[in-house]
């Protein structure tokens, strides 16, 4: 009977032992199932949202009107474009963290005019202690020495170090990004209060965007243009319109290759270069004067003949 018990109890031990370690594997397989639809979930919540640009407009929000032009122009060719005062860019930044956080991507692009051109590097440095990055900067006349951080991938400087204002801009600690500033006093006296105005200047910056990529509006339903209920033909025909107003010629010639300092350069020499005199013009000049000075030349000739 001892050995019976004995061996009743060894099989009983046997079997919970087994019973547990199953219940273990059953245990570890469940939260290795839940892991991975956690991670699922994680990666279909992570989308794009296309490029967003960031206008920051200068002093007091009454010298900047070019950005709102150019915001205008951006949304019309369906970048997703918005405009904002400078002082706003600490909560646009905490904004984008936020957004970012919650899986929604969106490819960040900042352009400010004088103190919005300030305000961007700051901005741009606040998304970088969220380690999210920045792909493009586009400034109007800086007014303070400003740096790009380590998170911007290019930075494009406007400015004129002649207007009393402009200043370039210098790579931060650990940038290893492309910066072009772009001294634009050989132009002439470009002011201030309106190099932010600038048609060519406008479709450079356009130029810039495109370049990376910016073009795409998200699908999602909150990112779709607001309807305002007229007629969809004669929006989209009053749409097209409007992009073909902006797409002047000085436009549309800065447009065409302005991704590079190189181009820039050579854009401005022909925009500075004067045209020249040709023959064609001189001899043209030249005709109204050659018949009075025949007619002079007859009506002398019967005066010499009535002298003798």
Known sequence: MRYLRAFATALLAIALSGGIAAAQDRASAAADEIIVAQKKKQASARRSVGTHVYLLRGFM????????????????RGIRASVHGHGEYQSLAEGIASRYRAGQRESVVIIGHSLGANAAFQMAEQLGENKIPVPL?????????????????????????????????ARGPGFRGALSNIDLSRRGEIGHTDIDKSPSLHAQSI????????????????????????D???????ETKAAAKDSEKPEAAATTASVTPDVDRKIDAKADAKPADT??????????????????????APAASTSN
């Open 232 to 238: 969809h033909e004669s929006k989209k025909a009053d």
């Open 61 to 76: 929000d009454i010298f900047s009107t070019g950005m709102d032009d150019l915001g205008a122009k951006l949304n019309r």
């Open 279 to 300: 023959r064609t013009d001189i001899k043209a000049d030249a005709r109204p004067d050659a018949k009075p000075a025949a007619e002079k030349t007859a009506a002398s």
């Open 207 to 230: 130029g810039y965007i495109q370049s990376i990529g910016g073009g795409s509006r998200s699908t999602s339903t909150g990112d779709k243009p607001k309807s305002d209920g007229n």
């Open 137 to 169: 900067i586009i400034t109007y006349d800086p007014t303070a020495a400003m740096t790009a951080s380590a998170n911007v991938a290019r930075v494009v400087n406007f400015y004129a170090s002649n207007n009393g204002w402009g200043v370039s801009v």
